[in-house]
Structures are given as structure tokens and as C-alpha cells.
């Protein structure tokens, strides 16, 4: 097993090694939980009474017995919020990706894929076996060239997006999309991790920020782990995608499914949400602020009106010395690296989170300035 040792040699030259770092005693400024709704005394005790009632786990997969109440309630509060017909659970994002998306396209079938899509789509796309096209980051220009070159060599097609990008918080052009798929007969996957909870007026993603409505050929995949502050995810979609989805999503089927506890918790957030819709209002407004002041610090930062403020610093090692520079001071905020993102796009990824006080924002500034001038 010396190879292992000479890669783990290799990704520490590279400034690429990871550890994990258990977050207790930090200021956390890079988790995803936007809407501070994992610790809102509701939710936790919506979940806790579940969790008395029902145990830890959910025992099996949906289609054993793994399947209640709350499974499907959470479903029909989430077709509700999403403005959709139907909605399914599925075990985490990355599970619903690589679940749904094979099950859309197959050999024979072409994806059209952003260049920065998210991880999980891409291995979802490879698994697929369907011919996959990337086009150049939100540039629908290429997308469509593409299209007029390649769609009519073959059957089905799939165009795949991220709604708001996870490493640079910016976000995908929803109605263009939409209108491309429709003229070239395509079907639209949009991945709302990061839109969920976050884009539109109230919080309901990317086909609300941009005033449009949802279509037969629309498939919306969300996750419950970053504004809902639970675990798991959902796909929308229509109710015959969703019964063929329960039929042919190998993640679903062959997965055991979501603790009912963390079922019932997202739904609470849900309703948290359409109660007090002023939680993404300030959510939007805290980002902007933070912006502001992030604009007076020496360093390149990337804002596009979402929680995702990625601080540029495009240099590895300089980024990890900053991590661990603000780290020794009490403050989490992670150097996000290759893979992640491309080589020589190293960053530290702000996200902004409702919970945070004025003192903590002061203290991160001031620490941040510090570090500029260390690192
Ligand atoms: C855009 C995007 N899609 C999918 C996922 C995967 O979701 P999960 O963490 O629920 O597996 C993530 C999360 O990390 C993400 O950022």
C-alpha cells in the first residue's frame, strides 16, 4: 500500500490535503444551513416528538417499509411550497442526482451540462451513460450552438444546471433555459440545493426569482439539508415522472429511506418558512451588507444576491495559511480547493447565515483584515 501514501504525499505538495475539523468552540462561517431553521426550537421539537414515536432510523428502502406519514407528508408540503405536482424523497442530493438523472437519459441520449455543475451531477451524468456536452459557465449562447449541432443525433435529450451555484454563489439563467429546452424538445433538470429556501420573494427557488412557472419537462431537484436544516432531498416533477422515478431510481429503491424524525423537521422548516417569509427578505438583505463591507477588505469577492460569497484568493498554499490563520483565531471558514474547483481557483467560501450577530461579523472583518496582512 506504499502508493497510498506517495498520493497522500503528492495531494499535501499540492496544498490540496483535507482534514476535517470538528467545528465546536468556532465561529462557523461556511455552513449551509442559510435560514438558521436546524436549531429553531420548532423544528427541534416537530423532530423530537417523531423521534420519541418512531426511533432512530426508518428500518428499510421506501418501497419495503420504509415508508409513513411523515415521508409523505413532507412530500405533499413540498409539491405545495415548490408549486409543482408531486414531489419524492430521496436519501441526500447526491443520491437523488445520481438516481434521477440515469434514470432520465440513457446510451443513445445526449446531456447538455454546465461546466460548473455540481459534483454529484457530474457523476450522475457519467453514470448515465448518455453522450454528455459541456457548455461554458451560464453561457447559453454555447449551449444552444451545441444543441443545433448535436440534438437530432439523438433521442432524449437533458440540459443540466445548478439554480444558484455552490462555489460561486451566482446563478443560472432559468427563464433562457427553460426556453431552450422547449424550442430543441429537451428535457431541464435544475438542481436548487442552494435555491431552495433562498431565491424568490419567498424562498421557493429558481422558477419563482424569475417569475416563470413550472412545466411538464421540468424536473426540480432540492435538498433538505442546507435552508430546510435537515437531511435529504426531494425531485418535482410531474406525478407520472414521480411514479416512473419510484419504479426506476435505483437510490431510491435500493436505499433505505429518510428517518422519519428528520422528515418531520423539514416540514416544520417549510412551514417556518411560508409563515415568516421575512426570513428570506433578511437573508437577502444580511448578504448585501456583508458584501458591502467585504468590498472595503483587500481581496477579490464574488457577489451575485445569494448567501454564496466566495473571497477569492486563487493561490492553494495562500488560501490555507488564511484558513488556518483565521482557524487559530476561533473562526471556521473553509479554503475550498481542486477538486472542488479548477487549480489556481482556490477561495474561501463565505456563506451568509441569518443567525449571525453584528459582534460576530465585527470580529470576522477585523480577524479577516489581520490575516491579509499575514498571509
Ligand atoms: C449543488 C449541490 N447539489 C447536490 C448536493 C448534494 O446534496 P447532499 O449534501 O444532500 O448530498 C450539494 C451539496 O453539497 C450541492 O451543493
Known amino acids: 500500500m506504499e502508493w497510498i501514501r506517495q498520493e497522500l504525499e503528492n495531494i499535501k505538495n499540492a496544498h490540496l490535503y483535507r482534514v476535517r475539523k470538528s467545528k465546536e468552540g468556532f465561529l462557523d462561517l461556511c455552513s449551509n444551513d442559510y435560514l438558521a431553521l436546524r436549531d429553531h426550537p420548532e423544528v427541534i421539537s416537530a423532530s423530537a416528538q417523531v423521534l420519541k414515536e418512531y426511533g432512530m432510523g426508518s428500518g428499510a428502502s421506501q418501497l419495503v417499509s420504509g415508508y409513513t406519514k411523515h415521508h409523505l407528508r413532507l412530500e405533499e408540503k413540498l409539491a405545495e411550497f415548490k408549486k409543482v405536482p408531486r414531489c419524492v424523497l430521496f436519501g ?8 434521477v438523472i440515469p434514470s432520465l437519459v440513457g446510451e443513445g441520449d ?3 451540462s454546465d461546466e460548473l455543475n455540481h459534483a454529484s451531477l457530474i457523476d450522475a451524468c457519467r453514470l448515465s451513460k448518455a453522450k454528455v456536452l459541456i457548455f461554458r ?3 447559453y449562447e454555447h449551449l444552444e450552438g451545441l444543441l443545433q449541432a448535436n440534438r437530432y443525433s439523438f433521442r432524449r435529450c437533458l440540459i443540466v444546471s445548478d439554480t444558484v451555484f455552490s462555489m460561486d454563489g451566482d446563478v443560472a ?6 426556453k431552450i429546452a422547449k424550442d430543441h424538445e429537451c428535457m431541464l433538470y435544475f438542481d436548487e440545493a442552494h435555491a431552495t429556501g433562498v431565491l424568490g420573494a419567498t424562498g421557493r427557488g429558481g422558477l419563482e426569482e424569475f417569475s416563470e412557472s413550472w412545466d411538464e419537462y421540468i424536473i426540480i431537484m432540492g435538498t433538505l439539508s442546507k435552508a430546510l436544516g435537515s437531511y435529504g432531498a426531494f425531485v418535482c416533477g410531474s406525478e407520472m415522472l414521480c411514479e416512473y422515478l419510484i419504479n426506476k431510481a435505483r437510490s431510491l429503491i435500493f436505499s433505505t429511506s429518510l428517518p422519519p424524525c428528520l422528515c418531520a423537521g423539514a416540514e416544520k422548516s417549510i412551514e417556518i418558512i411560508q409563515k415568516e417569509p421575512e426570513r428570506v427578505k433578511h437573508l437577502k438583505t444580511l448578504a448585501q451588507r456583508i458584501f458591502e463591507n467585504l468590498k472595503r477588505i483587500n481581496l477579490e469577492v464574488s457577489f451575485h444576491n445569494t448567501p454564496i460569497i466566495p473571497l477569492m484568493v486563487y493561490d492553494e498554499k495562500r488560501a490555507v495559511k488564511l484558513r488556518d490563520y483565521l482557524l487559530n483565531k476561533g473562526i471556521l471558514l473553509q479554503a475550498i480547493r481542486y477538486p472542488t ?4 481557483k482556490a477561495r474561501l467560501r463565505l456563506t451568509v447565515n441569518i443567525r449571525y450577530s453584528e459582534s460576530d461579523l465585527e470580529f470576522f ?5 489581520e490575516a491579509l496582512k499575514h498571509c
Not at 474547483?341 to 489556481?344: A, T
Open 365 to 369: 472583518f477585523s480577524q479577516l483584515r
Open 341 to 344: 474547483v479548477p487549480i489556481g
Open 110 to 112: 445526449l446531456i447538455l
Open 173 to 178: 439563467h432559468v427563464k433562457l433555459l427553460k
Open 92 to 99: 441526500s442530493g447526491y443520491l437523488a442526482n445520481l438516481g
Open 137 to 139: 459557465h451560464r453561457d
